[in-house]
């Protein structure tokens, strides 16, 4: 059993900023990928940043020199810090990890998700 819970969402205005948090715990063998997703009511969910276990990140293009993706593999968690945040950001960030589990299985497991609300 693996369990991803994300933190840090809320309101914040128009250029500020926020940091979310994901923590990966339970039957973990390793973590390959871990990366955050958003998704507004009748879209679809799309990705935001990823970063593997080496650290080689991916930004979407509407994020590229606002947010930063990290991780700590040590503690199975993954931020994103956001910065000069828009009304168009606005949306629940959730987190997913890639997890090998004790069992030696591959699965891919998702948070719950965290409202992100940026005000004009």
């Known amino acids: 059993q693996v369990r991803v819970v994300e933190s840090g969402g809320g309101l914040v205005q128009t250029g500020g900023s926020l940091r979310l948090s994901c923590v990966a715990s339970?039957?973990?063998?390793?973590?390959?990928?871990m990366g955050w997703y958003r998704q507004a009511p009748g879209n679809q969910r799309e990705l935001v940043a990823d970063?593997?276990?080496?650290?080689?990140?991916t930004y979407a293009d509407s994020v590229k020199g606002r947010f930063t993706i990290s991780r700590d593999n040590a503690k199975n968690t993954v931020y994103l810090q956001m910065n000069s945040l828009k009304p168009e950001d606005t949306d629940v960030y959730y987190c997913?990890?890639?997890?090998?589990?004790?069992?030696?299985?591959?699965?891919?497991?998702w948070g719950q998700g965290t409202q992100v609300t940026v005000s004009s």
């Open positions: 997913k990890a890639g997890v090998t589990t004790i069992a030696r299985s591959r699965l891919r497991y």
């Open positions: 339970g039957s973990i063998f390793s973590i390959n990928t």
């Open positions: 970063i593997t276990s080496g650290g080689i990140t």
